[in-house]
């Protein structure tokens, strides 16, 4: 089971475009030390769309280098090609990811019988523990309750990262899937409302910029502290509302980029974050005590 505050990772890059592999380690030894529970390489945030296989299988191997086993390593492999998909997550697994982060295909826009058939080539041909991930807003389709517990009784499919920001979601999952079905917000809005709703965790964006903080909030949670997580809570939502104003992960990497870590280069089609955005993550960050 995957828990509390893990991060969907940046991959920092150099001014060129090329992969900084240093900064991208550093990165992730920062984040083991200031408390994030669980790191994901190579998904939305991480500019999957744009890295290269090689690329691709490069920044998973830095991760699972870097952490040493000190936390999960949860690596994203989707695809909107299911043989692609394979071949990343046998890649993943080869190099000793302990989970796979598979996103529901973009694009293609397939029934909920080709959503199944997917993610259980996937789960057939690697053994390994698949989240699915399901986000509706970038991949145009939102896999349903019904699809998701056919898919939870294969061993290997475990749980679910929810971009639908749907509160009503995780009960009727935990109802159709069971309660050791693993539940993760991929939305940093709603991490403390989707506990309460029967989540696990979040896979988070700001978790970049504020890892302890983050870390801090679902610690309070796990103690019964509610008082005390809704209060980190509201010194972060001005911090998720500006890592979301222009697309992610521009507002983010420049964000990161401030605290010293790598770049805020993203690759095309992404353009540079304009100044009305920097500005806002910079008051946002300077008002959560992130910058000072």
């Given at each position: 089971m995957?828990?509390?505050?893990l991060?969907?990772l940046i991959t920092p890059m150099?001014?060129d475009g090329s992969?900084?592999a ?8 920062w984040?083991i030390a200031?408390g ?7 998904g939305t945030?991480?500019?999957s769309p ?8 490069q920044v998973v191997d830095l991760a699972?280098k870097?952490s040493?086993g ?13 043989a ?6 046998r890649?993943?697994?080869e190099?000793g ?10 694009y293609n826009k397939p029934?909920?019988?080709g959503?199944y058939?997917h993610?259980m080539a996937?789960?057939?041909?690697v053994?390994l523990?698949?989240?699915?991930y ?7 389709i939102d ?9 939870a ?7 679910v990262?929810?971009a639908?920001?749907?509160l009503?979601?995780?009960?009727h999952?935990r109802?159709a ?11 940093d ?9 029967g ?5 988070s964006v ?7 903080l983050c870390r801090?909030?679902?610690d ?9 997580a809704i209060?980190i809570?509201d010194r972060l939502?001005p911090v ?18 401030l605290?010293?870590?790598g770049?805020d ?5 992404l353009?540079p ?9 910079r008051?946002?960050m300077?008002g ?5």
């Amino acid at each position: 089971m995957f828990r509390g505050s893990l991060v969907a990772l940046i991959t920092p890059m150099q001014a060129d475009g090329s992969l900084d592999a240093k900064a991208f380690s550093d990165f992730v030894e920062w984040q083991i030390a200031e408390g994030t529970q669980g790191i994901i390489p190579c998904g939305t945030t991480g500019e999957s769309p744009t890295l290269s296989h090689a690329e691709h299988h490069q920044v998973v191997d830095l991760a699972i280098k870097a952490s040493n086993g000190r936390v999960p390593v949860i690596a994203g492999t989707g695809s909107n090609s299911t043989a692609e998909a394979v071949d990343l997550t046998r890649h993943a697994k080869e190099a000793g990811a302990d989970a796979a982060l598979v996103v529901t295909p973009y694009y293609n826009k397939p029934t909920q019988e080709g959503l199944y058939l997917h993610f259980m080539a996937i789960a057939d041909a690697v053994d390994l523990p698949i989240i699915i991930y399901n986000i509706p807003p970038r991949s145009v389709i939102d896999m349903t309750v019904e699809t998701m517990a056919r898919l939870a009784k294969h061993p290997n499919i475990i749980g679910v990262k929810d971009a639908t920001a749907n509160l009503t979601r995780p009960l009727h999952t935990r109802a159709a899937c069971g309660p050791d079905f693993c539940q993760l917000s991929g939305e940093d809005h709603t991490a403390l409302s989707y506990l309460a709703a029967g989540g696990h965790g979040c896979i988070s964006v700001t978790a970049n910029i504020a890892p302890r903080l983050c870390r801090e909030m679902h610690d309070a949670w796990a103690a019964g502290r509610i008082a005390d997580a809704i209060a980190i809570q509201d010194r972060l939502v001005p911090v998720h509302d500006a890592m979301f104003c222009e697309t992610s992960p521009g507002p983010v990497k420049y964000a990161a980029s401030l605290l010293g870590r790598g770049t805020d280069h993203c690759r095309l089609p992404l353009a540079p974050t304009s100044d009305s955005t920097k500005a806002r993550v910079r008051a946002a960050m300077t008002g959560a005590g992130l910058l000072n």
